[in-house]
Every structure is written in C-alpha cells, then in structure tokens.
C-alpha cells in the first residue's frame, strides 16, 4: 500500500501538492486529525505537522468558498490554540497550485515555526 492509499478521496489538489512538498522536505505530518475542543465540540486539521512549533502546528488549505466561514474558522483556530496550543496557518488553495507554491508553503510553514 502506497502514501496515496492513506489520503482521504476528499483531499483537492491544494492539499496533495502540500503533502507531496511536505515529503520532499522530509516533514512529519498527519492528514485529517482531530481535536477535541471544550466544553464541546472539535476541530480537524486537514494537515497536522507534530513536529513543527512548541505544541505541533495545524494547516489548512482553504478554496474561495471558505470565505463565508472565515468568521467561524477564526473562532475555532482561536480555540485550537488556547486549548492545546496549536497554531493554525491557512494556506490559500490559488497560491498553493500557482508556480512558486512550494516556496509559499515552505515560507508560511517556517515563519510560523520560528
């Protein structure tokens, strides 16, 4: 069984280049992992890096629908980072897929890091 196997069928494009470059560059992650949130509810990461920042670090790439939902989004990253203390980075999907997309992941992955 191959990395493909472990994917979810949900996954766009965005999210399998981000994971192909993420391999290129020998980093940690898990797809889809969930978060439990107090006093209910959860979160899921579409990409878990665990070995990035103090407490791990969630991405997210987000398409142009997830612009009604940003109010909503901020709300549970604010959650995610007060309670487990992870940070979340949203990558857009447009600047995933254009050219220089591995420079831009790379980069919003390492500025957050540091």
């Known amino acids: 069984m191959g990395w493909r196997s472990r994917i979810p069928k949900t996954m766009t494009k965005a999210h399998l280049k981000t994971i192909v470059i993420l391999q290129k560059h ?3 992650y898990n797809v889809e992992k969930f978060f439990q949130l107090e006093p209910r509810g959860f979160v899921v990461a579409d990409i878990y890096l665990p070995d990035k920042g103090v ?16 109010d ?13 203390g992870i940070p979340t980075i949203r990558l857009k999907n447009n600047q995933i897929l254009r050219k220089d997309g591995e420079k831009y992941i790379m980069e919003s992955i390492e500025s957050e890091a540091s």
């Open 26 to 28: 020998n980093v940690r």
């Open 55 to 70: 407490n791990g670090m969630r991405l997210e790439c987000d398409g142009e629908f997830h612009g009604p939902k940003a």
């Open 72 to 84: 909503k989004d901020a709300e549970k990253d604010e959650r995610l980072m007060k309670q487990h």
